[in-house]
């Protein structure tokens, strides 16, 4: 079993800066990507970020340019560094976790942690 466990979150004005954690239960070098998703009250999930073990990281349209994410293997944790913040960046953000195994594709996530964009 793994446990993604997220952290970071919080209030911050318009244009404010946040980085969120988020630790794995399971060496980050086992999963074929992470990925980190937000979901802004009342709306469904959307991803934001990703990062392969190996490639290229991605990003939406709207993060592209704000946001940066990045792994740290020895502390087995995923980051994403947010910049210049926007009120409709509020929601929970996920992290989530995904690998190939047993034959299967197998997807893990955390509780979210929330933001808040607010002035």
């Known amino acids: 079993q793994v446990r993604l466990v997220e952290s970071g979150g919080g209030l911050v004005q318009p244009g404010g800066s946040l980085r969120l954690s988020c630790r794995s239960s399971r060496n980050i070098a086992e999963f074929g990507r992470m990925a980190w998703y937000h979901q802004a009250p009342g709306k469904q999930r959307e991803l934001v970020a990703q990062i392969p073990t190996f490639g290229r990281t991605g990003f939406t349209d709207s993060a592209q340019g704000r946001f940066s994410i990045s792994r740290d293997g020895a502390e087995n944790t995923v980051y994403l560094q947010m910049h210049m913040l926007k009120p409709e960046d509020t929601g929970v953000y996920l992290c989530?976790?995904?690998?190939?195994?047993?034959?299967?594709?197998?997807?893990?996530w955390g509780q979210g942690t929330q933001v808040t964009v607010s002035s």
């Open positions: 989530a976790a995904f690998v190939y195994e047993l034959g299967r594709q197998n997807d893990y």
